[in-house]
């Protein structure tokens, strides 16, 4: 199964991400004008060159008027997509395809969502009203607090010991975001604090969650061979890839919660494309969904960067800190930046642009090689997933 790929065959040449937080003083067309112009000096273009454009957000607007109105485009397509929280990765891979494709040479990936003022909150229940019974209306934390049990109970992991990994999770991505002037929340917390964090759902605090917020990021993308004539440090696009499940995980009684099948799917056909056979040893770092806590734990083992049923291990002797061997979250993470569903695919992307450019300052990875971003979107058994290979 899986895409033939475009590797090395798409670059991106610039990038611009806003702050993330609470912008109540900004709409969603300055955040995109904001994002937008950022991303056309970073690639020294002006509007008029970019010749299409993939907008992605799940509720702060429909169609491509969205961005087309802020942005004064002038009469060019403008695609907008949505795939639930995997929104802005699919806004990139539009993007990609359709400049490998040779329709266009210049594109750009655009994602914004508004969250605070639309009274999102993850205490909201998401499912509406039950069906047949067979569809359960959980919150978001609700659903995501169900891995942490069924991870402790399969692999003998004892739920203090569960609770101080989860923890560490948590601590590893607020120290990293306390280093990033672009995070929503840029202090770092005690283990303490989030171990003593008011309960959300199940064992999950508040500080397992991500927050809300607000924000937008862009890319523009060229062919490779046309990477060199925007910037002297190009990244390029080394493998793709995007899987929707067959919604099954809920109904089924095989399903147990300690992986998200439609992970392994789409990290199978990226590193297929990228030509990557261990993933533990060549992603030098890589920005993943970290929308609960035990979603990165689970994460780990799905895109294989920890043997199964080893990422709680691999997690307490620090080999996804900042400084360890395989840096998960460099930029803080979603538990730092918060969610803005369309936005934050492209938010991991600019992180791996400043890292693999030597551009991520007091957050810089020694010498990365590959990074990776993924993004998912429904819930465990529910679930789309997306998963991005980069490099230089
Ligand atoms: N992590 C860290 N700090 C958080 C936080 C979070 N997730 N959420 C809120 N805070 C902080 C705020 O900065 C604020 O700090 P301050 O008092 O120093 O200013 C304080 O906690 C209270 O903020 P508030 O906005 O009132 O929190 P809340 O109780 O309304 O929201 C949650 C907390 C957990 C309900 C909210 O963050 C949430 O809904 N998260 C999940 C989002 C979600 O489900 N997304 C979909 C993912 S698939």
């Known amino acids: ?78 695609t907008h997509v949505e795939n639930m929280c995997a929104t802005g990765s699919e806004a990139i891979r539009n993007a990609a395809y359709a400049v490998a494709s040779g329709a266009y040479d210049v594109a750009m990936a655009i994602g914004v969502e508004k969250l605070k003022d639309s009274g999102f909150s993850g205490l909201v229940g998401s499912g509406g009203v039950a069906s047949d019974g067979t569809e359960a209306g959980m919150t978001a934390p609700a659903n995501f607090s169900l891995l942490a049990p ?24 607020h120290y990293n975001g306390a280093r990033n002037e672009k995070a929503q929340f840029q202090r770092e917390v005690s283990m303490e604090k989030i171990n003593a964090s008011p309960k959300v759902a199940g064992m999950l605090g508040i500080m397992d969650c991500s927050g809300v917020s607000d924000g937008a990021a862009a890319a523009v993308l060229v062919r490779a061979e046309d990477a060199h004539k925007y910037t002297d440090n190009p990244i390029f ?72 049923g080893q990422a709680w291990k691999d997690t307490v002797d620090g080999r996804f800190d900042l400084k360890g061997e395989q840096p998960i979250n460099p930029d803080g993470g979603l538990k730092s930046f918060g969610h803005p569903i369309g936005a934050s695919g492209l938010r991991m992307m600019y992180e791996m642009w400043l890292q693999l450019r030597g551009e991520a300052g007091e957050r810089q990875i020694e010498n990365p090689k590959l990074g990776l971003t993924h993004n998912l979107g429904g819930q465990p058994g529910r679930c789309v997933s997306f998963v991005s290979v980069v490099g230089r």
């Open 237 to 308: 696009i080394k493998g793709l890839s995007f899987v929707a499940g067959p919604a099954e995980g809920t109904k089924r009684q095989e399903y147990d919660f300690t992986t998200f099948p439609e992970v392994v799917a789409s990290a199978h056909d990226a590193y297929a494309q990228a030509g990557i056979k261990d993933a533990r040893e060549e992603i030098s770092m890589a920005e993943v969904h970290d929308c609960f806590t035990p979603t990165e734990l689970v994460l780990m083992e799905d895109l294989g960067f920890s043997e199964r």
């Open 1 to 78: 199964m899986g895409s033939k790929g475009i590797c090395d065959r798409v670059a991106i040449v610039g990038m611009g991400c806003t702050k993330f937080g609470e912008h109540w003083g900004k709409s969603v067309s300055d955040l995109l004008v904001d994002a937008a112009h950022d991303a056309y000096h970073s690639a020294g273009v002006e509007a008029e060159q970019i010749d299409a454009y993939w907008l992605g957000t799940l509720s702060s607007g429909v169609s491509g008027l969205t961005a087309a109105e802020p942005l004064k485009i002038q009469y060019k397509p403008v």
């Open 150 to 173: 069924a991870y402790a109970e399969k692999y003998g992991v004892d739920m203090e010991t569960l609770r101080d990994v989860l923890s560490r999770i948590a601590y590893k991505n």
